[in-house]
Nanobody, 126 residues
Framework: QVQLLESGGGLVQAGDSLRLSCTAS????????MGWFRQAPGKEREFVAG????????NYADSVKGRFTISRDNAKNTVYLQMDSLKSEDTAVYFC???????????????????WGQGTQVTVSS
């Protein structure tokens, strides 16, 4: 069993920054690739960013490239999403998710991740 707990969401204005955190417990975090997804009302869950367990590779959705940065601290079992230059269209519930340990790739499909957090709300006012 894996538990993922997101934090750091909130209400901000367009152009502001937020940093989301996701802390994992219950399974080996240090060898699991991680991803951030988001889901806006009435829309499907979409991939935002991913990072390999070695931190050597990251992947971003085109809509957030240059504005968002994913990182991780394996000593703290935590993955981060730094979000800068936020836009109203970034408003969504943000979820972190984990791939099975020692499983390669940073797929964009939600079905490729096996455990999910409960989500944290990010609201950007224009």
């Amino acid at each position: 069993q894996v538990q993922l707990l997101e934090s750091g969401g909130g209400l901000v204005q367009a152009g502001d920054s937020l940093r989301l955190s996701c802390t994992a417990s219950g399974r080996t975090f240090r060898t699991a690739n991680m991803g951030w997804f988001r889901q806006a009302p009435g829309k499907e869950r979409e991939f935002v960013a991913g990072i390999t367990w070695t931190r050597s590779t990251t992947n971003y959705a085109d809509s957030v490239k240059g504005r968002f940065t994913i990182s991780r601290d394996n000593a703290k079992n935590t993955v981060y999403l730094q979000m800068d230059s936020l836009k109203s269209e970034d408003t969504a519930v943000y979820f972190c998710a984990t791939r099975p340990p020692l499983t390669g790739g940073l797929p964009t499909a939600a079905a490729s991740y096996d455990y999910w957090g409960q989500g944290t709300q990010v609201t950007v006012s224009s």
